[in-house]
Structure formats: structure tokens, C-alpha cells
């Protein structure tokens, strides 16, 4: 069969990206060689490739990797796939780091910072960091300025970690990874804390059963009841923060009534803000201290 059959028969799937994949080729190859006629070797691998698209599997998994924020990072079925929505949430922190380290540079030395030795580090922590998407993003951005940093990424899922450092490992970033269980395991005094909790409520799980049943679901729903991880977070986050901080969290709109609930009850004297996503969702909550 040639590129432009191929084409034809499954208009329906990402099939130029099957067969870029198979071809080794780039994407553009596929639409300007419609008349190139695969070998019986490269029409059985696609065969097989396009067999389990059509059963649901999402095309990232298949392919391996998950293009986010300009950066290619490998995925597979123990982490979540990347959204594009995640990427708002990289922005922002990014903005964040910058004013603060501004700030950290403004301001007049500690006594306690011995012959003017200054500790301007902005530490950062990326929670649930699944394929370290967000926490390698950020440091991609910090190594071209003159921010200096320190980054954590934390995760209850061990294999998960393994993906999150080969991503590291590939794209050349300082990032520390750490097995935790929400802050149990991963120091103090952040002064930028990201997280990206299982969100989904067990109903809305259900309902969207066709659309999640690849991804791990222990990144997706609370394993005991809704919210009782947020809780949790909320609970500890206190004693991983000074005033100076903010938390920034990705959230399920159904989300934002507990995180007030929690934010009251846990973090007195912060407030929390929330923001919509383009799809006009109630989607981000950025926490700070109400100075």
C-alpha cells in the first residue's frame, strides 16, 4: 500500500503520525510522499500500531512520548499523558520564580550568611510529578537566565519516578526526584510549591471511563474518597512554606469549594485565587499569604 492509501483508509486516527513513526520520518514526509508504497515489514508494524488505536489507546502511549511546552517527554502507561492545559500552570510559575528571585536579590543580607555568602536559591517543588513534565519544563526555562534554583519532584508511584528521571536524564536538567507520599519525604521551606493531585471525583471517573481507562488511575482519583487527598495536602503543606511562598495547584472545577473549605481551615491568613482555562473551566488556584 502507498502513503495515500494508507491515508484514505483511516481518515478517522492520528494516522500520519503512525506512519511517520513507523517510517522514521518526520510528519511532513508523509503528506509530500503520498505515492511511496510501504515494505511488507513497515505495513505489518503499522497494522499492528493502528489495531490499537482503534481499540482506544491513546496515541501517546503508542508512540512512546508526549510532546508539552516545546520539549518531547517519554510517557507510558504508568504516568499521566501531558495536557495542554497543564502548560498555563507552567507559565505562571515561571512568572512567579522571576519576581521572587527579584525580590531575593533586592534585599539586604542576613546576618547570618557568613562573609556575604547569599543563599538567592529558588526552591521548587514539583508534586506528583508524574513524567516530570512540569518540573523539567521550568528548569529548561531557568538554565537560560540568571535565576538560580533548586528543583524537587516528588511521587507516591515508583515507576513513575523511573519515567520522570530518564526525562531529566534526556534533557539535561538538574531536577532532585523523590518517593513521597503528598509532603512526607521532601524538605522544607519551598518557596514555590506546584502540585497536580489526583483530581477526577470517582463519579465524573466513571462517566469518563472510555476517555481514562489507559492512564493510571492513581493519578487520576483518590483512592479512599473525594478531595481526601487534597485535605491531606493542605494539611502538612503548612509546615513546607513561609509567608513568602505560593502554592499553585491544577485542579477539577469541582475542586474549588473544597480547596476554600481547606485553605480556610489549614493555611490561616492565606487566600487563594482561582483561574479559568480556555475552555472557560474553573481549572488553576494559585495560594499566597494575605499580607
Given at each position: ?8 483508509k483511516?481518515?478517522?486516527?492520528e ?29 505489518t ?5 493502528v ?45 512567579r ?6 525580590t531575593k536579590q533586592?534585599?539586604?543580607?542576613h ?10 536559591k ?10 516530570g ?13 540568571n535565576v ?10 515508583k515507576?513513575a ?5 530518564q ?31 489526583p ?26 474518597k ?31 469549594f ?21 475552555n472557560?473551566?474553573?481549572r ?8
Open positions: 500500500m502507498t502513503i495515500s492509501e494508507i491515508l484514505k483511516y481518515p478517522n486516527i494516522i500520519e503520525l503512525l506512519l511517520a513513526y513507523v517510517l522514521k520520518k518526520p510528519r511532513e514526509f508523509v503528506f509530500m510522499n503520498g505515492e511511496k508504497r510501504l515494505s511488507a515489514y513497515q505495513l508494524r503499522l497494522l499492528a500500531l489495531k490499537r488505536r482503534l481499540r482506544g489507546e491513546p496515541i501517546a502511549y503508542i508512540l512512546g512520548y508526549k510532546d508539552f511546552y516545546g520539549l518531547r517527554f517519554k510517557v507510558n502507561k504508568n504516568v499521566l499523558i501531558p495536557r495542554p492545559e497543564t502548560e498555563w500552570l507552567v507559565d505562571r510559575v515561571i512568572a520564580i522571576r519576581q521572587l528571585a527579584e533586592s534585599r539586604l543580607p546576618p547570618s550568611e557568613a562573609l556575604g555568602v547569599r543563599n538567592d529558588i526552591r521548587i517543588l514539583d508534586l506528583a510529578t508524574g513524567s513534565c512540569i518540573a523539567i519544563s521550568i528548569a529548561k526555562q531557568l538554565q537560560i537566565s538560580q534554583y533548586q528543583i524537587s519532584a516528588s511521587d507516591i508511584s515507576k519516578l523511573v519515567v520522570a528521571r526525562n531529566a536524564k534526556v534533557h539535561k536538567v538538574k531536577v532532585t526526584v523523590k518517593l513521597s507520599n503528598i509532603l512526607e519525604n521532601v524538605g522544607k521551606d519551598f518557596d514555590i510549591i506546584v502540585a497536580n493531585l483530581y477526577v471525583p470517582k463519579k465524573n471517573y466513571k462517566l469518563r471511563m472510555k476517555n481514562l481507562e489507559w492512564e493510571p488511575k492513581i493519578a487520576l482519583v483518590d483512592p479512599k473525594d478531595f481526601n487527598l487534597y485535605e491531606k495536602f493542605f494539611q502538612q503543606v503548612g509546615q513546607h512554606i513561609t509567608t513568602q511562598s505560593r502554592i499553585l495547584l491544577e485542579m477539577d472545577p469541582t475542586t474549588k473544597p480547596i476554600q473549605k481547606f485553605v480556610k481551615k489549614y493555611l490561616r491568613g492565606w487566600k487563594v485565587k482561582f483561574f479559568k482555562d480556555y472557560g473551566l474553573w488553576y488556584a494559585e495560594i499566597t499569604y494575605n499580607f
